[in-house]
């Protein structure tokens, strides 16, 4: 027991509500092994996040302290307001904090004690700790160690969180460019000619307007451009018409949309000048011209050996190329709605958790009872938030299969911002929010969740859940950002295309990961369910 002995401190506190139920977690570690070395959590009763956090410090240092207590300690936080005022950069003023930064002081000397920020991402550890002891808190019970699965959890993020393989499934460009070198090793050079979805004929999307889709990867009049303008874009990955794949004629879908034959394309609502979708933090965009579809129309022939003689004309049969077998197909569930949703707040990760309201949980069925008679979900796999596992629940209990909950799928955290109506964020935190519609590595007010940081994280749970299910059907239950991540990933779109897309509470999307690493955007923003 050496000062030489260094220890890493991590602690979080949440609060449901802000003030609401809350509680605080902390977890020490050994900084030179990473090996967990104590937990602490507990549940406190009604305060701010920002008390839920401070406490946790405390916890943490005492809890080192006990250890080793002429240790060197290493802390760790995802509150920078904790950070900053802990190390004597900014001023307390918050009489409820005073006294908790004074105690939290007095645990080590100054000199032994170093923070640090880390994005919440990397403090998965004391955040589930926290939400454990919140949970408890709401069943009138205690935290128990024995209960927690926090280490466990923890544990299988950073495995997780391995680098993704160079061309991951579903990023446009990466799978194009390995389709194209499986084509030209196996088949030859690739035909001229176009393809699409059905070649020139429309489908109806959400919105009953006749639009033609046109799948991922092939070549083609790609969909409006920012400015609301197509943009052309070829690719020789796949050619040959698309075949088995049927229009709808209602706005909805039919029986077979989710299959792995069917390689129909349908459109969303467009999204209205000037409407907000709070949960995502989305405003969109003002010169999104709604009318402006693509047509993909026109057919190709499939590429031949060059060896090989030329083959009698027959009719093309979907895509040529290589047999890249069945996809992993994900039917993307947005929740139903909550109490925040129609007030259009922000509702990420780092908020209340709000429950389904009564309007939810009626979406919620029938969003059941839909997918209960297209018949085709596999598994089911939901976002660890309370709207999520509710949504999730309703189907399952439809289907008689389980739910898995995987912690990637969260929506993104809103920061300081949770809670508040997108004018109420451009009042009192301007510069914030122009930064954060700027550029999508620019953070919510507080340590919030960036784009590009949600970005990653969904690409590498798609990662592993393609992987996981190849050939399957997967229901994944969750939260605009995520949802709308795995269809800008899929196009190869820009991250500005998130701000013109449309999104309800319960509507239905969908999209195909191949083995080649392509993917098809199938379905989005379906809603016909609901009416």
Request: with cysteine.
């Amino acid at each position: 027991m050496t000062s030489a002995r260094e220890l890493v401190v991590e602690a979080d506190g949440g609060s449901r509500g802000n003030p609401g139920p809350a509680g605080y977690g902390a977890v020490v570690l050994d900084a030179a092994t990473g090996e967990t070395l104590a937990e602490a959590a507990e549940y406190i009763g009604v305060a701010t996040n920002n008390v839920a956090e401070y406490k946790g410090l405390v916890a943490g240092l005492k809890a080192a302290r006990e250890l080793f207590p002429d240790a060197t300690v290493h802390v760790r936080m995802d509150s920078k307001l904790v950070v900053e005022q802990m190390s004597g950069r900014w001023k307390i003023k918050h009489p409820d904090m005073k006294p908790l930064a004074a105690e939290a002081g007095r645990v080590f000397p100054a000199g032994r004690v170093r923070y640090e920020w880390i994005p919440r991402e990397r403090n998965k550890h004391a955040d589930r700790l926290a939400n454990e002891a919140m949970d408890a808190g709401r069943l009138g019970r205690r935290w128990e160690p024995s209960g927690s699965t926090a280490s466990l959890d923890a544990s299988a993020a950073r495995n997780a969180a391995a680098p993704p393989p160079s061309g991951p499934p579903g990023d446009a460009r990466a799978g194009a460019a390995r389709a194209r070198a499986a084509l030209s090793g196996t088949a030859g050079t690739p035909s001229a000619g176009t393809s699409a979805g059905i070649a020139g004929t429309p489908t109806t999307g959400a919105s009953g307007a006749p639009s033609t889709g046109t799948p991922a990867g092939s070549s083609g009049t790609s969909t409006a451009g920012p400015s609301g303008s197509p943009t052309a874009r070829t690719s020789d990955a796949r050619t040959g018409a698309g075949a088995g794949a049927r229009p709808t004629t209602d706005g909805g879908t039919d029986d077979g949309l989710f299959a792995a034959e069917d390689a129909t394309a349908t459109s969303s609502t467009p999204v209205a000048s000037g409407d907000f979708e709070a949960e995502a933090g989305v405003l969109a965009s003002t010169d999104h011209e709604p009318g402006t579809k693509a047509t993909g129309a026109g057919t190709g022939t499939g590429a031949t050996r060059a060896d090989a003689p030329a083959p009698a004309p027959v009719q093309p049969q979907g895509w040529s190329g290589p047999d890249m077998g069945a996809p992993a197909t994900f039917v993307l569930l947005r929740h139903g709605e909550t109490a925040l949703t129609p007030e259009k707040r922000f509702s990420g990760s780092g908020g209340s958790d709000p429950e389904l309201s009564a309007a939810g949980l009626r979406q919620a069925e029938a969003v059941a009872a839909a997918l209960a008679a297209r018949g085709t979900i596999q598994e089911i796999v939901s976002s660890p938030l309370t709207r999520c596992r509710q949504t999730a629940a309703a189907v399952a209990a439809r289907l008689g299969l389980d739910v898995r909950i995987e912690q990637g799928l969260r929506e993104t955290d809103f920061g300081a911002w949770e809670g508040l109506t997108f004018g109420e964020v451009r009042e009192r935190y301007p510069e914030d929010l122009d930064a954060w519609l700027a550029s999508p590595k620019a953070a919510p007010t507080g340590g919030g969740e960036s784009f590009a940081t949600v970005a990653r994280r969904v690409a590498a749970t798609r990662d592993r859940l393609t992987a996981a299910h190849a050939g399957r059907t997967v229901l994944l239950v969750t939260h605009v950002t995520p949802i709308k991540t795995l269809v800008r990933l899929a196009l190869g779109a820009p991250p500005e295309s998130l701000f013109r897309m449309e999104l309800s509470a319960a509507s239905i999307s969908a999209v195909a990961y191949y083995a080649d690493g392509n993917a098809s955007v199938r379905l989005l923003n379906d809603t016909s369910h609901l009416r």
